[in-house]
């Protein structure tokens, strides 16, 4: 059969176009989801052991990546350890050193290359739904917004959600409040992010989405359909705890579920972490969380303040139900981004973080720097800490006051070693002033002129 030229010119066209599309596709870079929590404690789900609490889709989602088990926060608050996140470097180096209050100078500067704005050099849709809390001016023009860092599409507070989780009323979408919301926090925020999915981002592109949830951070509220699933509990503030991190795994569950419908999840690279560890006593105050019997909790640099759970799904890249040893710290998150969408790392700045990738399989992450961490505002005199493989050196702040610990053959912190390791205890000590000379030299002096609740001493505009 013979067709007329025209015909099979179009048909030409055609396959050109198809081959065009197809090897668009095969080339199109993965997507990402930063899925982070709020105060959640490394013995928070049931997959890193706690009795309790009931988080079957982490549970399973566990299952199907792999569960990192020396997991990092880069802070022991909530700020810094966002920061790191954005932009692969230490807090006191990026500038936000602390939590963030309303009205301060302290914010992330647009200075810093945050990911969003840097994977958008390479095509990727951005959004951002849920905590911000990276600037004190939120929704005002005296200080960057979600968008000046990079975000297409947000949906965000500056810090928690208010009056409580239920029915907040302090959240802003692209630059407008609003208003009450008939929901609870986490599946209120994972809508907005499904909805995007849906509806709003260039389905032709790649996309990086953050989804910061608020649970499980005091002011603690849950819906009674996860209060109760532990008919058992006595403690009230305890089923409320409790039931508001099944809350938050129902919310992941849900976003997992709608990647699975768009057919996302097997281009997706999906990282699920915490901001810092537990809030409060575990025993009688509003937080409840665990910290898997590590030493210290939110604000401390020990272990229970900044160890945090880590799980990661890249279907075809990593293999399921495995567990990495490995350690890894926020900043890695950016690196392992980058590295993901093909962009390239900046060159004209200190990186912290390493490429978390390598973690993934279980080989160590290069790193030019060790791991540090530095809470002004935490509860002991040790504020400053620094890990390079099994040692963790901490410190207080005028670095005068040191403990030494091998953390992997004891992750409670119980033997402190300075005086039976003095050799190993002299180079850790001389590594960290050495680094922490370096921080400070970097980054903006903010931390000269507040005080140790954030609040400005006096006023610095560097």
Same mark, same amino acid.
């Given at each position: 059969m013979k067709f007329p030229l025209f015909r099979l010119a179009v048909v030409a066209t055609l396959l050109s176009a198809l081959a065009g599309v197809s090897q668009a596709a095969a080339t199109k870079p993965p997507n990402i989801v930063v899925f982070l929590a709020d105060d959640l404690g490394w013995g928070d789900l049931g997959s890193y052991g706690h009795p309790l609490i009931q988080t079957p889709n982490l549970d399973a989602f566990a299952k199907q990546g792999v569960r990192l088990t020396q997991c990092y926060a880069a802070s022991a608050v909530c700020s810094p350890s966002r920061s790191a996140i954005l932009?692969?470097?230490?807090?006191?180096?990026?500038?936000?050193?602390?939590?963030?209050?309303?009205?301060?100078?302290?914010?992330l500067r647009t200075s810093e290359i945050a990911l969003p704005k840097l994977l958008k050099t390479r095509g990727y849709a951005t959004c951002h739904v849920g905590k911000w809390h990276l600037n004190s001016h939120f929704n005002q023009p005296t200080q960057p917004q979600p968008n000046d860092h990079g975000y297409d599409w947000w949906l965000a507070t500056q810090n928690n959600a208010a009056p409580s989780h239920e029915h907040p009323?302090?959240?802003?979408?692209?630059g407008q409040p609003v208003g009450r919301v008939e929901d609870?926090?986490?599946?209120f925020i994972v809508k907005e992010a499904v909805t995007w999915l849906k509806q709003h981002r260039d389905q032709s592109k790649p996309f990086l989405l953050s989804v910061w949830a608020h649970e499980p951070h005091y002011p603690i509220k849950s819906a009674p359909e996860f209060k109760a699933r532990y008919p058992d509990l006595t403690d009230d503030v305890q089923r409320e705890h409790h039931a508001n991190v099944t809350q938050l795994d129902h919310a992941f569950g849900q976003l997992m579920r709608a990647l699975d419908e768009l057919q996302l999840a097997d281009d997706t690279f999906v990282i699920f972490t915490s901001d810092n560890g537990p809030e409060g006593d575990g025993i009688k105050t509003p937080g409840r969380g665990s910290t898997g019997g590590l030493r210290g909790r939110k604000r401390?640099?020990? +272990?229970?303040?900044i160890r945090v759970p880590g799980i990661v799904r890249w279907p075809g890249r990593v293999r399921p139900g495995t567990t990495s040893d490995v350690p890894v710290i926020g900043s890695d998150i950016f690196v392992a981004a980058v590295a993901i969408a093909g962009a390239a790392l900046?060159?004209?700045?200190?990186?912290?973080g390493g490429n978390l990738l390598t973690a993934l399989e279980g080989r160590p992450v290069e790193r030019a720097r060790p791991l540090y961490w530095r809470c002004v505002i935490a509860p002991e005199p040790l504020k400053t800490a620094m890990r390079i493989g099994d040692w963790k050196i901490l410190a207080d702040e005028a670095l005068t006051r040191f403990e030494l610990y091998q953390v992997q053959r004891d992750p409670q912190e119980k033997s402190e070693l300075s005086a039976t390791e003095p050799a190993k205890f002299a180079e850790m000590k001389?590594?960290?002033?050495?680094?922490?000379?370096?921080?400070?030299? +970097?980054?903006?002096?903010w931390w000269k002129t507040y005080d140790s609740g954030g609040k400005n001493k006096k006023r610095e505009k560097k």
């Open positions: 932009t692969g470097r230490t807090p006191y180096r990026n500038g936000v050193f602390t939590w963030i209050p309303e009205g301060r100078d302290l914010h009323a302090n959240f802003v979408r692209n609870y926090s986490a599946p401390s640099v020990y +272990e229970g303040g900046p060159k004209d700045r200190v990186l912290d001389q590594a960290l002033i050495k680094l922490n000379t370096e921080i400070e030299a +970097e980054g903006p002096r």
